[in-house]
Every structure is written in C-alpha cells, then in structure tokens.
C-alpha cells in the first residue's frame, strides 16, 4: 500500500499562514491524483483542494479558494497545502490522500484510495 504522512500542522493566528506536506512512499506517485481533505469538529471528512498528477489541473473548495494552493513535487514524492490567511473555520484534523485511477473526480473523496494519518490544523481569534 501506498504511505503518506503529513507534516506541518500547528497553532496559528487567524490572518497566519501554514504550509502542509505529505510525503508519498510508493512507486509512480507522479501518475496519482492528490487531493487534501479536512474534518473539523463535529463536522464531516469535505474536500479542500485537489491536483492531478501532471500538476497542471488544481481543484479547490469554495470556502478555500484564493487563500489555499496546492502544489505538487514529483522529483520528491511530496504534496503540499500552502494556506494563508487562515480562519478559525479552518481548524481541522487535515488528510492527504491519493487515488490510483486515472480516471477519479478531483473534488470525489470516494476517488480515493489510500490515505494519511492526519495533521492538526488549529487556528486561533
């Protein structure tokens, strides 16, 4: 199975900034879809943003979009979430996931095949 790990998250600011990363362990992570999925509390797993392989097609959610990039490094197996101008709506438990298929929706967690642990995202007013 595929193993990503999350990196980055923390205690920050409303107004700060953060960038998350995951690192991917198997073979041809450039071929997969990458997206960034959040949970915060009391609320379900919702779709942040998304990248395909090639990088060159970005998906984001409404409540992200303009302060959220994602971006991908192929050479070294690794997704990011650069997120500014955080929010306390932001704070969430923040997953990385990737899907096999080529053909998977972005925006589709069901798309999804293998997935992270998690990473605490808390923003404070």
């Given amino acids: 199975?595929?193993?990503l790990v999350e990196s980055g998250g923390g205690l920050v600011q409303a107004g700060g900034s953060l960038r998350l990363a995951c690192a991917a362990s198997r073979r041809g992570f450039g071929a997969y879809m990458m997206?960034?999925?959040r949970q915060g509390p009391g609320k379900e797993r919702e779709f942040?943003?998304?990248i395909q392989g090639s990088g060159g097609t970005t998906s984001y959610s409404d409540s992200v979009k303009g302060r959220f990039t994602i971006s991908r490094d192929n050479a070294k197996n690794t997704l990011y979430l650069q997120?500014?101008?955080l929010k306390p709506e932001d704070t969430a438990v923040y997953?990385?996931?990737a899907a096999l298929s080529g053909s998977?929706?972005?925006a589709y967690i069901r798309d999804y095949d293998y997935w992270g642990q998690g990473t605490q995202v808390t923003?404070?007013?």
Wanted: with cysteine.
């Fill in 1 to 3: 199975q595929a193993q």
């Fill in 35 to 37: 997206g960034w999925f």
């Fill in 48 to 50: 942040v943003a998304g």
């Fill in 83 to 85: 997120m500014s101008s």
């Fill in 95 to 97: 997953y990385c996931a």
């Fill in 104 to 106: 998977g929706t972005i």
């Fill in 123 to 125: 923003v404070s007013s």
